[in-house]
């Protein structure tokens, strides 16, 4: 699979339907889908598109695509935190600690820029 395909819309569809299916609760297929994402995305790792272009408008060939999934892997920390961040973030808010998940979750943003 390539970059361009584990990120689609159907492809993450697919692993979120699995970490639902196979939790009992939503707090846990929050952690399923966390592993199901970093599992796939680590077998990319070594992976070169021969058949996928125009994922960078800037340089549309597998080339640009290689480079974005290396940079991709770079971030697997903070793929990680941002993860467990949002499960931690679930809880608070089921919990009723509805300030300190809107807190955590401006923090989160915040941090990421976004």
């Known amino acids: 699979m390539c970059l361009?395909?584990?990120?689609?819309?159907?492809?993450?569809q697919k692993y979120r339907r699995?970490?639902?299916?196979?939790?009992?609760k939503h707090e846990?297929?929050?952690i399923r889908y966390k592993n199901i994402?970093?599992?796939?995305?680590?077998r990319l790792e070594n992976y070169k598109c021969e058949n996928c272009t125009g994922i960078c408008i800037d340089n549309p060939n597998e080339d640009c695509?290689?480079?974005?999934?290396?940079?991709?892997?770079?971030?697997k920390?903070?793929?990680n935190e941002i993860f467990d961040t949002i499960h931690d973030i679930y809880i608070k808010w089921i919990?009723?600690?509805n300030g300190e998940a809107s807190e955590?979750?401006?923090e989160l943003l915040t941090k990421f820029d976004c």
Request: hydrophobic letters at 40%; aromatic letters at 12%.
């Open 4 to 12: 361009k395909r584990f990120l689609s819309d159907n492809t993450q």
């Open 18 to 24: 699995i970490a639902q299916i196979q939790s009992v």
């Open 28 to 30: 846990d297929a929050i």
């Open 37 to 42: 994402f970093l599992k796939e995305l680590s």
């Open 65 to 75: 695509i290689h480079q974005s999934l290396i940079e991709l892997f770079s971030y």
């Open 77 to 79: 920390d903070e793929l």
């Open 95 to 97: 919990n009723s600690l």
């Open 104 to 106: 955590k979750f401006d």
